[in-house]
């Protein structure tokens, strides 16, 4: 047939073989003296994953042939040996020669990925960052469920990636959703599937994404935007992992890890009655939050240098920023976090690759940074306080000063305040904010007209 052939008088001279060179395929008899084939096969599996194996058995049997399939064989021959299996061998060389060779491209691939969400690759030497990635890693080896908290831009899909790949699902598929993005009336087609006819357009069967992602992880993205209907659908997945697809009666089993991620405060919704308190709870197994990156500012040159490399290995120009520069920008609250920090890194890059990066160069709102404002530090008792209220209360007057300065015009209140216009918005949705009522006269003249 045109294949280069080595011999073994045995299983334990063909175990010394394929440890010491490359071999495509192993094909082996199962009586033979010492160990037998059947546990050549399993013995080689250990040692070398994608290496195919060809069983052949004079005592051919649907019992043998099940066992030799259990062993990891890759198919089984039964004798007499004739002309006509070898027709049958040149097919099953060709197969199992090219399933060895996507095995091993998927498991490159497979370690090409645990490389490029490997902890060791999330950039930033923090602690904050650091508490987090460690906690992540003895996270990442369990099954429990995780809910990744933080604002937009924090890098929480990178962190469930991370959970994934560093897992023993990690050979399995990684599948994203994101629950906001996705309009409440397909969102469940989306998750669950749907048969032929469940509803108007649906013309063929179609698995939903906890099929897709059965012995792997599925990452519901922006869990808070989900509806109190599909809340309870899901309540029952994490329950006792089981749904049925839309316009179905049967019940699918599946064995998917849920990591849930939300940029919203799940307890405030809770208390508004958005969000089902026992399904918190079911996703709150282990809870991580995302630092902003105002609170991990030295991170801040590391990743612009992340980004820079990022950049030419893409084909963009090699550019340098100045010291001055980054301090600059270590100063600066970046509201959209790490997302806005890549997003200005990368259109500077654009626009000054000429030159090294100055000050006049950054974006309005970062030099304005730095400029000193006199702020009156309120005092701190000697029983302490809850910092994280007293922040939210500052930042909740400052808020109110810049829309009261600028009419409740957005626009100008985010200039004031250096802020996105975007960012500002939600903060006013979250925090409730409402412009005052007009005057009683004004309101009566109103209804009178």
């Given at each position: 047939m045109?294949?280069?052939?080595?011999?073994?008088?045995?299983?334990?001279?063909?175990?010394?073989?394929?440890?010491?060179?490359?071999v495509?395929?192993?094909?082996?008899?199962?009586?033979?003296?010492?160990?037998?084939?059947?546990?050549?096969?399993?013995?080689?599996?250990?040692?070398?994953?994608?290496?195919?194996?060809?069983?052949?058995?004079?005592?051919?049997?649907?019992?043998?042939?099940?066992?030799?399939?259990?062993?990891?064989?890759?198919?089984?021959?039964?004798?007499?040996?004739?002309?006509?299996?070898?027709?049958?061998?040149?097919?099953?060389?060709?197969?199992?020669?090219e399933?060895?060779?996507?095995?091993?491209?998927?498991?490159?691939?497979?370690?090409?990925?645990?490389?490029?969400?490997?902890?060791?690759?999330?950039?930033?030497?923090?602690?904050?960052?650091?508490?987090?990635?460690?906690?992540?890693?003895?996270?990442?080896?369990?099954?429990?469920?995780?809910?990744?908290?933080g604002?937009?831009?924090?890098?929480?899909?990178?962190?469930?990636?991370?959970?994934?790949?560093?897992?023993?699902?990690?050979?399995?598929?990684?599948?994203?959703?994101?629950?906001?993005?996705?309009?409440?009336?397909?969102?469940?087609?989306?998750l669950?599937?749907?048969?032929?006819?469940?509803?108007?357009?649906?013309?063929?069967?179609?698995?939903?994404?906890?099929?897709?992602?059965?012995?792997?992880?599925?990452?519901?993205?922006?869990i808070?935007d989900?509806?109190?209907?599909?809340?309870?659908?899901?309540?029952?997945?994490?329950?006792?992992?089981t749904?049925?697809?839309?316009?179905?009666?049967?019940?699918?089993?599946?064995?998917?890890?849920?990591?849930?991620?939300?940029?919203?405060?799940?307890?405030?919704?809770?208390?508004?009655?958005?969000?089902?308190?026992?399904?918190?709870?079911?996703?709150?197994?282990i809870?991580?939050?995302?630092?902003?990156?105002?609170?991990?500012?030295?991170?801040?040159?590391?990743?612009?240098?992340?980004?820079?490399?990022?950049?030419?290995?893409?084909?963009?120009?090699?550019?340098?920023?100045?010291?001055?520069?980054?301090?600059?920008?270590?100063?600066?609250?970046w509201?959209?976090?790490?997302?806005?920090?890549?997003?200005?890194?990368?259109?500077?890059?654009?626009?000054?690759?000429?030159?090294?990066?100055?000050?006049?160069?950054?974006?309005?709102?970062?030099?304005?940074?730095?400029?000193?404002?006199?702020?009156?530090?309120p005092?701190?008792?000697?029983?302490?306080?809850?910092?994280?209220?007293?922040?939210?209360?500052?930042?909740?007057?400052?808020?109110?000063?810049?829309?009261?300065?600028?009419?409740?015009?957005?626009n100008?209140?985010?200039?004031?305040?250096?802020?996105?216009?975007?960012?500002?918005?939600?903060?006013?949705?979250?925090?409730?904010?409402?412009?005052?009522?007009?005057?009683?006269?004004?309101?009566?003249?109103?209804?009178?007209?």
């Amino acid at each position: 047939m045109g294949y280069e052939v080595v011999t073994a008088r045995d299983a334990s001279e063909a175990l010394a073989i394929v440890s010491s060179q490359p071999v495509d395929l192993v094909l082996s008899d199962v009586q033979m003296p010492g160990i037998n084939g059947l546990e050549l096969v399993r013995q080689l599996k250990d040692a070398v994953p994608d290496l195919p194996c060809i069983v052949i058995t004079g005592y051919g049997s649907p019992e043998q042939s099940i066992e030799s399939l259990k062993a990891g064989a890759f198919w089984y021959l039964e004798k007499p040996f004739d002309q006509g299996h070898l027709d049958v061998v040149r097919k099953l060389v060709e197969q199992a020669i090219e399933m060895g060779r996507l095995r091993s491209e998927n498991r490159m691939l497979q370690r090409q990925l645990r490389n490029k969400y490997g902890f060791d690759n999330i950039i930033g030497t923090s602690t904050a960052l650091r508490r987090v990635l460690d906690m992540v890693a003895k996270v990442a080896e369990t099954e429990s469920t995780v809910l990744i908290t933080g604002e937009s831009g924090t890098g929480k899909e990178l962190i469930a990636r991370a959970v994934h790949f560093n897992s023993h699902r990690s050979e399995r598929m990684f599948v994203t959703v994101n629950c906001g993005a996705i309009p409440e009336e397909l969102l469940e087609s989306e998750l669950f599937g749907h048969v032929k006819g469940a509803f108007t357009n649906a013309v063929s069967h179609r698995e939903g994404r906890f099929s897709v992602a059965d012995g792997g992880t599925l990452f519901l993205d922006e869990i808070g935007d989900m509806s109190p209907n599909l809340q309870v659908k899901l309540l029952r997945v994490l329950q006792d992992r089981t749904f049925e697809p839309v316009g179905s009666s049967t019940t699918q089993r599946v064995d998917v890890r849920v990591v849930a991620a939300t940029n919203q405060d799940l307890e405030v919704a809770i208390r508004e009655k958005r969000f089902r308190e026992d399904l918190f709870y079911r996703l709150n197994v282990i809870p991580v939050e995302m630092p902003p990156l105002r609170e991990r500012r030295e991170d801040i040159s590391l990743l612009v240098q992340h980004f820079l490399e990022k950049g030419a290995a893409e084909g963009a120009k090699t550019v340098s920023f100045e010291e001055a520069t980054l301090r600059r920008m270590a100063a600066y609250d970046w509201p959209g976090n790490v997302r806005e920090l890549e997003n200005v890194v990368e259109r500077l890059a654009i626009l000054c690759g000429d030159h090294p990066i100055g000050e006049h160069d950054l974006p309005h709102a970062l030099q304005q940074t730095g400029d000193s404002v006199a702020v009156a530090v309120p005092q701190l008792p000697s029983g302490g306080l809850a910092l994280r209220n007293v922040v939210d209360e500052i930042e909740s007057d400052l808020i109110l000063q810049a829309l009261e300065q600028t009419h409740w015009n957005k626009n100008q209140a985010a200039q004031l305040l250096g802020l996105n216009r975007t960012t500002l918005i939600e903060k006013i949705k979250k925090k409730g904010l409402k412009p005052p009522p007009p005057p009683a006269d004004l309101a009566s003249r109103d209804a009178d007209s």
